[in-house]
């Protein structure tokens, strides 16, 4: 059995392959409900399942259910959800656990496991590693008792919970009359919940990305995709289009004409809202190293402060939480406005954007275009195995970089956590700069035999 089971954001892997198959799942079920088991007499240890639309999901569902019962947990099944939806819902139902099955943006082969304790919050790394210690143990201990097994039902009023919830978070005295709205579910977890917000909230909607068979999910749309989503913008002559990932905590957005609208500058609008109203706590927004120059400048001019934490949106969730904030987010567009929601909600942050554009009255090209990006290139790297952060030549290209960079601009090398690719991204004043940058990385990769061919180059 492998040595780690939780990455960056829970655990993920391809479908049927180990971690994620069925025997796995179920020790793993074992381990986290012996660990978060309530022991009270008069309670009923629970445990809440939601999941996306992966075809694999029924497979991984049952295990972990088999696997929870057999601690003496009660299991309620929630069926296709987003994953913001077990992060509420596992604190209004009472549980002591809550799991979502999803690989996120990740393409339909894959899968995962997000585990969320009673509080609404994702398990900190301390209580992830206890877990799998259990796990590689080996052994299937404290068993419950025959009489003493779990029992499993489904709650078919999970959808309806968490649309009132995310409607709620909409302010009582506006609406989206008048609007028309293009959605994009992704084919992911949203797809029946996402339509029904946005409609009952008075838009005129249409839905694209919501007609799930499996093994579709992301698959040219969705938030990691948008150009599907920005297409149907022009072609319906809506206002704006929301496009959302597989399990729909994460939200990129379109304005009229097309353009896209990323997690950076959605903060900034957000956050420049809440601070008009004196809503913003420590006038700080919480971002990560990937989070582009532009957006720090135009907070400086605003006299607000950036906060930059490690890449995942658990780092910058921890931070809020420690430091008392209430909005932070990633560029991709996990955006967590802790006064609704404790972890990142693409639904509930694509109506508090809306809010603002309501309130100002304009075109959403206009109210949601308020910094201007610095230039930034993404470059994603097919790496060999091993650690190409360890070799020296290439170490020296990294800082020479970060050195002629110095404070005009920022250089971020990392390995993914959860694909087998090494990450670059550099921004500054000059693109030409900091692409000769990045060629000079590559080139030491490639001369040290330590990397196939760049997969592709995005710029923003």
Same mark, same amino acid.
């Given at each position: 059995?492998?040595?780690?089971?939780?990455?960056?954001?829970?655990?993920?892997?391809?479908?049927?392959? @180990?971690?994620?198959?069925?025997?796995?799942?179920m020790? %793993?079920?074992v381990?986290?409900?012996?660990?978060f088991?309530? /022991?009270?007499?008069?309670?009923?240890?629970?445990?809440?399942?939601g999941k996306d639309?992966? $075809?694999?999901?029924?497979?991984?569902?049952?295990?972990?259910t088999?696997?929870?019962?057999s601690?003496?947990?009660?299991?309620?099944?929630?069926g296709?959800l987003?994953? @913001?939806?077990?992060?509420?819902?596992?604190?209004?139902?009472?549980? +002591?656990?809550g799991?979502?099955?999803?690989?996120?943006h990740n @393409?339909y082969?894959d899968n995962?496991?997000k585990?969320?304790g009673?509080?609404?919050?994702?398990? #900190?790394?301390?209580?992830? =590693? *206890? !877990?799998e210690?259990?796990?590689?143990?080996?052994?299937?201990?404290?068993?419950?008792?025959?009489k003493?097994?779990?029992?499993?039902?489904r709650? *078919? +009023?999970?959808p309806g919970?968490?649309?009132e919830?995310?409607?709620?978070?909409f302010?009582?005295?506006?609406?989206?009359?008048g609007?028309?709205?293009?959605?994009?579910?992704?084919?992911?977890?949203?797809?029946?919940v996402?339509?029904t917000?946005?409609?009952e909230?008075?838009?005129?909607?249409?839905?694209?990305? +919501?007609?799930?068979?499996?093994i579709?999910?992301?698959?040219?749309?969705?938030?990691?995709s948008?150009?599907?989503?920005?297409?149907?913008?022009?072609?319906?002559?809506?206002?704006? /289009?929301? #496009?959302?990932?597989?399990?729909a905590?994460?939200?990129?957005?379109?304005?009229?004409?097309?353009?896209?609208?990323?997690?950076d500058q959605?903060?900034?609008?957000?956050?420049?809202?809440?601070? *008009?109203?004196?809503?913003?706590?420590?006038?700080t927004?919480?971002?990560?190293?990937?989070s582009?120059?532009?957006?720090?400048?135009?907070? *400086?001019?605003?006299?607000?402060?950036?906060?930059?934490? @490690?890449?995942?949106?658990?780092?910058?969730?921890?931070?809020?939480?420690?430091?008392?904030?209430?909005?932070?987010?990633?560029q991709?567009?996990h955006?967590?406005?802790s006064?609704?929601?404790r972890?990142? +909600?693409? %639904?509930?942050?694509?109506?508090?954007?809306?809010s603002?554009?309501?309130s100002q009255g304009?075109?959403? #090209?206009?109210?949601?275009h308020?910094f201007?990006?610095?230039?930034q !290139? %993404?470059?994603? $790297?097919?790496?060999h195995?091993?650690?190409?952060?360890?070799?020296?030549?290439?170490k020296?290209?990294?800082q020479?970089g970060?050195?002629? $960079?110095g404070?005009?601009? =920022?250089?971020?090398v990392?390995?993914s956590?959860?694909?087998?690719l090494?990450?670059l991204?550099?921004?500054?004043e000059?693109? /030409?700069?900091?692409?000769?940058?990045?060629d000079?990385?590559?080139e030491?990769?490639?001369d040290?035999?330590?990397?196939?061919?760049?997969l592709k180059a995005?710029? #923003?």
């Amino acid at each position: 059995m492998m040595k780690k089971l939780f990455g960056t954001d829970g655990v993920r892997g391809t479908a049927n392959v @180990p971690p994620m198959t069925p025997d796995v799942m179920m020790h %793993l079920a074992v381990a986290a409900g012996q660990y978060f088991k309530n /022991g009270n007499v008069h309670h009923r240890s629970r445990v809440i399942i939601g999941k996306d639309t992966r $075809l694999s999901g029924y497979m991984i569902e049952p295990a972990l259910t088999s696997g929870f019962i057999s601690v003496g947990m009660d299991v309620m099944l929630l069926g296709p959800l987003p994953t @913001p939806a077990i992060s509420m819902l596992v604190r209004s139902l009472r549980a +002591d656990l809550g799991v979502m099955i999803s690989a996120s943006h990740n @393409p339909y082969h894959d899968n995962g496991i997000k585990l969320f304790g009673p509080d609404g919050y994702k398990l #900190s790394e301390q209580v992830e =590693h *206890e !877990i799998e210690k259990r796990v590689f143990e080996g052994e299937l201990r404290n068993l419950a008792a025959p009489k003493d097994l779990g029992r499993a039902q489904r709650l *078919e +009023d999970a959808p309806g919970r968490y649309i009132e919830f995310v409607k709620n978070t909409f302010p009582k005295n506006k609406n989206l009359e008048g609007m028309k709205i293009v959605i994009d579910c992704a084919h992911g977890a949203a797809y029946k919940v996402a339509p029904t917000v946005f409609w009952e909230l008075g838009a005129e909607i249409i839905t694209i990305g +919501d007609e799930p068979n499996g093994i579709n999910i992301n698959k040219e749309v969705g938030a990691t995709s948008p150009a599907a989503m920005q297409k149907a913008v022009l072609e319906h002559k809506a206002n704006l /289009g929301i #496009s959302l990932d597989g399990d729909a905590d994460r939200v990129v957005m379109a304005d009229e004409k097309g353009r896209l609208i990323d997690g950076d500058q959605l903060m900034a609008l957000v956050a420049s809202s809440m601070k *008009e109203q004196d809503q913003l706590r420590g006038n700080t927004v919480v971002a990560t190293v990937m989070s582009n120059l532009g957006f720090e400048r135009y907070l *400086e001019r605003e006299k607000l402060r950036l906060v930059r934490t @490690p890449v995942g949106d658990r780092h910058v969730c921890e931070y809020m939480r420690t430091h008392d904030c209430n909005v932070g987010g990633e560029q991709s567009g996990h955006i967590i406005l802790s006064d609704y929601a404790r972890t990142g +909600d693409g %639904l509930v942050a694509a109506l508090q954007v809306l809010s603002v554009i309501v309130s100002q009255g304009k075109p959403t #090209s206009e109210a949601a275009h308020i910094f201007e990006p610095y230039p930034q !290139i %993404l470059r994603n $790297l097919k790496v060999h195995q091993g650690n190409p952060l360890e070799n020296e030549k290439v170490k020296f290209a990294i800082q020479a970089g970060e050195k002629e $960079l110095g404070t005009k601009g =920022h250089l971020l090398v990392r390995k993914s956590g959860t694909e087998p690719l090494l990450r670059l991204m550099a921004q500054g004043e000059d693109e /030409g700069q900091i692409n000769k940058i990045l060629d000079r990385i590559v080139e030491s990769l490639l001369d040290e035999n330590l990397m196939d061919q760049p997969l592709k180059a995005v710029a #923003s």
